[in-house]
């Protein structure tokens, strides 16, 4: 069963249509890559699926659910959570507080609980700390969990950004460029990753540039091109599949990860 | 710097701490009063910098979502008023129209912040400015409510308050500003414990958290509007209780009671002392308000001194007084 559905979602900045009438489905627990040369609308879709921007016209349905029009923060307590492009996260944070505060939304104490430290409160707080300490030490980071994050160096940021995510226990994790500036030894572990990830039960949705890295990955991909999406298929389909080679790739079949 | 974070984290107090915090407490009330009990002028001086590190506080809190609030000086005016017509026209008492007057001002804060809190950096800035100015021509302009230009005056004194009988805190009668100076201490630690709490629990992180990154924080789940909202109404709670400590303490308002000099200075308040230190507000509005009261003597040139040695503070301290670091110069004598 899909359990994400994107129908007909078009985006346009004025005169500038950067997604245009995209449908796709999402199966339960499977990788799919979004391809696309630069300024393809992959980022774009990535934050209409998250409502950080409203589409034009179409909607996403999440689980027989239409969450288009929910706030970011709605989706990702229905289980839709995205990561970001580069490094953002709590920089004035240590490793563990940045995942002890990506804990919120399990959150089962009032505000005002959280103020005078009820049991309830601080049973939160055991059980935060305890599941960012796990989340940490899988993500190979408890070496480094009482570092600030603005002094960690970029792999481990980048691993932080996916940890952030996982503290809120998503159903659908969006990930914006995970491999984007890593060697192939940073790339290879990131892909481990990754499955590691869908091996918790995670379904994952990922947008990329490098290529072998998506062809090693993906149980299935979309590409698109001028927001508008030319092939779905397996990677092997993907690689034969002649308007992605022609339009997007346009290049030798090197680059495809031959 | 890194093991008192992880002290503060945990929200347990080091000894230090406590010592520190028991030193200033009896400071402000034993040992003042013994130094200054005789001269009333320097007591007002000592009050009006409790309560106004008091008011500094909440514009802390809003730093502390990564808001820089320049409407302080307008939920005190609120508080304030609300008072003044609690104590003139309905004849409340004082104790019972201080909460009354800090809810006031969380409320409006509240509905206002609501929209208001979208924007950031300096619009931010600009638009709270603009509203102390909008809630002053409020107050000019309110007619019979709020009397305009004349303010309010003679408001009554704080009444006492008995329990069964017991009086548990004489009414506050003649010129001698003391009672005030224990009140305004009072008011001073309590808002200290509280946003120190504030600051410690998981909320305080939360509004680390949307200061540091709002798009981040959403996309974890955290209803990013509800926390700046709560921020924000926490700190117009003390902006509304330090204006109704001042109205009943100087016994009138006006609408010049605040203005957009005053949203600024509690601003500099945060700034000198520090931005994160929760005891930044308190050194600043006690530095600014006592040397700016010494300069007197200087007379003309007071505000000449008193600009240039803030813009100096500014320049060799950008993180706040608090962060000058006195440990090299006491290892030196021993």
């Known amino acids: ?258 | 710097m890194d093991s008192a974070q992880t002290a503060i984290e945990a929200g347990a107090i080091t000894l230090r701490q406590k010592l520190g915090f028991a030193a200033f407490v009896s400071t402000l009330f034993i040992a003042m009063p013994i130094i200054f009990g005789r001269s009333p002028y320097f007591i007002t001086v000592l009050t009006n910098a409790a309560v106004l590190s008091f008011v500094s506080l909440g514009v802390w809190i809003t730093f502390s979502i990564g808001r820089m609030n320049l409407a302080q000086g307008a939920f005190a005016l609120v508080g304030g008023y609300t008072t003044a017509i609690l104590a003139t026209r309905c004849a409340v008492s004082f104790w019972i129209s201080l909460p009354l007057s800090g809810f006031a001002s969380a409320i409006l804060g509240a509905l206002i912040g609501w929209p208001v809190l979208r924007l950031r950096g300096v619009y931010f800035a600009m638009i709270t400015l603009s509203l102390t100015e909008a809630i002053r021509l409020l107050a000019l302009n309110g007619g019979d409510v709020t009397k305009g230009a004349t303010g309010i005056v003679n408001i009554p004194r704080p009444g006492a308050i008995s329990i069964f009988g017991l009086t548990v805190i004489p009414a506050f009668a003649g010129a001698d500003p003391l009672p005030y100076y224990y009140l305004a201490c009072t008011l001073l630690v309590l808002g200290l414990f509280g946003v120190w709490r504030l600051s410690t629990s998981r909320l305080g992180w939360v509004f680390r958290s949307l200061r540091q990154n709002e798009e981040l924080a959403a996309s974890i789940g955290i209803n990013v509007a509800k926390y700046r909202v709560m921020a924000f109404a926490a700190c117009c709670f003390m902006g509304g209780i330090g204006g109704a400590f001042f109205a009943a303490f100087h016994q009138n308002i006006y609408p010049a009671s605040y203005t957009v000099a005053d949203s600024v200075n509690f601003l500099l308040y945060c700034f000198l002392g520090g931005l994160s230190y929760i005891f930044g507000p308190v050194v600043g509005a006690f530095l600014l308000v006592i040397s700016f009261e010494l300069l007197q003597a200087a007379q003309q040139y007071q505000a000449l001194i008193y600009g240039v040695l803030m813009i100096a503070c500014m320049l060799w301290l950008p993180n706040g007084i608090l962060s000058l670091d006195l440990r090299p110069l006491l290892r030196r004598k021993e």
């Open chain 1, 1 to 258: 069963m899909a359990i994400l559905e994107v129908q007909g979602v078009t985006k346009r900045y004025g005169g500038l249509t950067a997604v245009n009438n995209v449908s796709f489905l999402v199966e339960q627990g499977e990788i799919l890559s979004i391809i696309g040369p630069n300024g393809a609308g992959k980022s774009t879709l990535f934050k209409l699926i998250s409502s950080f921007v409203p589409p034009s016209s179409g909607q996403v349905i999440y689980n027989g659910k239409i969450i288009t029009g929910l706030a970011p923060h709605e989706i990702a307590r229905l289980g839709v959570v995205r990561t970001f492009q580069e490094t953002t996260i709590f920089k004035e944070m240590t490793a563990l507080q940045n995942v002890v505060v990506a804990h919120q939304l399990r959150c089962k104490a009032s505000s005002l609980g959280i103020y005078f430290a009820t049991p309830t409160a601080r049973a939160d707080e055991a059980r935060f700390r305890e599941s960012a300490t796990e989340i940490l030490d899988y993500l190979g980071l408890g070496t480094v969990k009482n570092v600030q994050a603005r002094n960690l160096p970029h792999g481990h940021l980048r691993a932080l950004g996916v940890a952030v995510a996982l503290a809120t226990e998503p159903k659908v994790l969006l990930l914006d460029e995970p491999f984007a500036g890593m060697n192939v030894d940073e790339t290879d572990a990131a892909v481990r990753m990754v499955r590691g990830i869908r091996e918790r039960g995670v379904t994952i949705v990922l947008v990329e540039h490098d290529m072998s890295a998506v062809m090693r990955i993906s149980d299935r991909i979309l590409a698109l091109n001028f927001g508008v999406k030319i092939a779905e298929g397996t990677p092997a389909e993907i690689r034969q599949n002649d308007s992605v080679i022609e339009a997007y790739l346009g290049r030798t079949d090197e680059e495809l990860g031959h």
